[in-house]
């Protein structure tokens, strides 16, 4: 059955280019400033921003003019009956304000502007099942309801190694930061529903990785399991943490989605490797 609801997202959910093909998704990129340089997200490589936060330059990010969600909304209007945009927690970024305003533009009650609450692969995971259930044949107003449940089911727990970077852009407060350097341990946060917490602190990432275990088979009483790996600079790690997990059987799914976008990874800072986790 033909989908009748088009779907935009911004570049922070990192999907594969084939998927957004295959799916005729428009992708609407924010930017990165490197010592005012900018560069369109999604056209850089990450570890253009990696080698950046290493040599401690300065890194920035903006969120999309409203004219490029005007164009994608108005290219999609031409295909689907009713479009969905999604966009990084409002929390984390200014770009759904840019939604909106280009909904006012648009003129048209058929475009709808939802805040995932979400970020990285936990965006991609939302849009990729309101695709599938929207497949089915679903309306958009069935498919927004859906939305609100998956939103309501995940979360994002993740370590960094240093909290410096998400509070020098306004992500955590100051008094967070300082306890979790000044005690040299590794900070557990949780991105859920929009609000980033320091979670846990532990000592060492072996630790990390039993943390992220634990948080999974708490959800495991509930049913079967997804995780999906995301990380900055930690491409090792991150295979560790899926064999173990890999350990926990096969109600759980798992699947390591790979770099953090450079806008994302510019927010977290080095080190960072975590999971989105929720129940199917």
């Given at each position: ?105 648009v003129e048209s009650e058929h475009v709808y502007v939802e805040d995932t609450e979400s970020n990285i692969n936990g965006a991609a995971y939302l849009a990729e099942k309101l695709i599938e259930y929207l497949d089915e044949g ?16 995940g979360s994002l727990v993740f370590t960094v190694d240093n909290l410096q970077q998400l509070v020098t852009n306004g992500r955590l407060s100051r008094v967070q930061g300082f306890i979790g350097n000044i005690l040299k341990i ?95």
């Amino acid at each position: 059955m033909q989908r009748k609801v088009g779907i935009v997202v911004d570049s922070t959910f990192g999907l594969d280019p084939n998927y957004v093909k295959d799916n005729q998704i428009i992708v609407v990129p924010l930017n990165v400033l490197i010592d005012n340089k900018e560069y369109i997200d999604g056209e850089i490589h990450p570890d253009v921003v990696v080698d950046a936060l290493k040599n401690k330059k300065t890194v920035k990010t903006s969120q999309p003019a409203p004219e490029l969600f005007l164009k994608a909304f108005e290219d999609q209007l031409k295909r689907y009956e009713d479009v969905i945009c999604m966009t990084i927690s409002k929390s984390l970024s200014g770009t759904i304000n840019s939604a909106n305003l280009a909904k006012t533009l648009v003129e048209s009650e058929h475009v709808y502007v939802e805040d995932t609450e979400s970020n990285i692969n936990g965006a991609a995971y939302l849009a990729e099942k309101l695709i599938e259930y929207l497949d089915e044949g679903h309306s958009v107003q069935e498919g927004l309801r859906h939305l609100g449940e998956l939103k309501e089911k995940g979360s994002l727990v993740f370590t960094v190694d240093n909290l410096q970077q998400l509070v020098t852009n306004g992500r955590l407060s100051r008094v967070q930061g300082f306890i979790g350097n000044i005690l040299k341990i590794k900070p557990i946060l949780r991105f859920s529903r929009g609000v980033l917490a320091v979670e846990a602190k532990v000592r060492s990432f072996n630790n990390v990785v039993l943390y992220l275990l634990n948080e999974t088979k708490k959800l495991m009483v509930f049913g079967k399991v997804v995780v999906r790996i995301a990380y900055v600079d930690r491409s090792t790690e991150a295979k560790i943490l899926e064999h173990e997990l890999f350990q926990l059987g096969e109600n759980v799914t798992i699947k390591i989605t790979g770099v953090i976008s450079p806008v994302v990874s510019a927010h977290v800072g080095l080190g960072g490797l975590g999971i989105y986790i929720t129940n199917e």
